[in-house]
């Protein structure tokens, strides 16, 4: 398997796959009351099976190129991920998300993880627009967008119901051409 390296902490970007269905499953239980707060992927994953179905679909999702799931690992122990929930090539489009358990917040390991995912997106497949769709809540969530250099288009006001109740989500995005420009300004920053 290979890994991507996210700094000098430990931290990497590798492939989640059903046969870590296990192993996804632990994470998940030491983060679920947590990742819970503000998406439906702790409900989701509530045992192996629902696990292996989850990596599943998005090995099938690799397979028919729209979307993908890396776990984020620091020091060989999977912590989070992050994901393109849909992508659709032939329109130029992706909506990334991510999750963290608790022990691994503040560390800046999801923007460093969604930073190699819209690079690859951008880059490699030709997307023209990343988006993140966001629970109007999740302050920390926003605060990533924010960092990736994303503009907030709107808001779609108690769109998403979720245990119970109605929420709003605000729908972020990012332009090719403004990644390139961000990432050459950087660049130009740290040369």
């Known amino acids: 398997m290979y890994a991507i390296p996210l700094g000098d902490d430990g931290a990497e970007l590798c492939p989640l796959e059903p046969w870590q269905a296990e192993e996804f499953l632990a994470h998940m239980d030491r983060g ?14 509530a045992d192996l099976e629902t696990s292996r179905a989850f990596l599943r679909s998005y090995a099938e999702k690799a397979a028919s190129d729209s979307g993908r799931i890396y776990g984020i690992r620091v020091d060989g122990k999977l912590v989070g991920g992050v994901l393109f929930r849909t992508m659709d090539v032939a329109q130029g ?15 800046g390991l999801i923007t ?4 190699v995912l819209i690079d690859w997106a951008v880059e490699e497949r030709g997307i023209h627009r990343v988006e993140w769709q966001v629970a109007a809540a999740n302050q920390s969530s926003i605060a990533v967008a ?21 929420r ?18 950087a660049q130009v920053r740290t040369a």
């Not at 679920?32 to 994953?45: K, M, P, S, T, Y």
């Not at 460093?112 to 930073?115: K, N, Q, T």
């Not at 995005?173 to 050459?184: F, G, I, K, Q």
């Open 112 to 115: 460093r993880a969604v930073g």
């Open 93 to 107: 489009t992706a909506e990334a998300g991510c999750w963290l358990e608790p022990a691994a917040v503040g560390k």
């Open 146 to 166: 924010r960092r990736l250099g994303m503009t907030k288009d709107g808001v779609l006001r108690e769109s998403f119901l979720y245990r119970g109740k109605r």
């Open 32 to 45: 679920r009351e947590f990742i819970g707060q503000h998406i439906a992927l702790a409900d989701v994953v």
């Open 168 to 185: 709003d989500i605000e729908i972020w995005s990012v332009l090719a051409p403004e990644w390139r420009a961000r990432r050459r300004d």
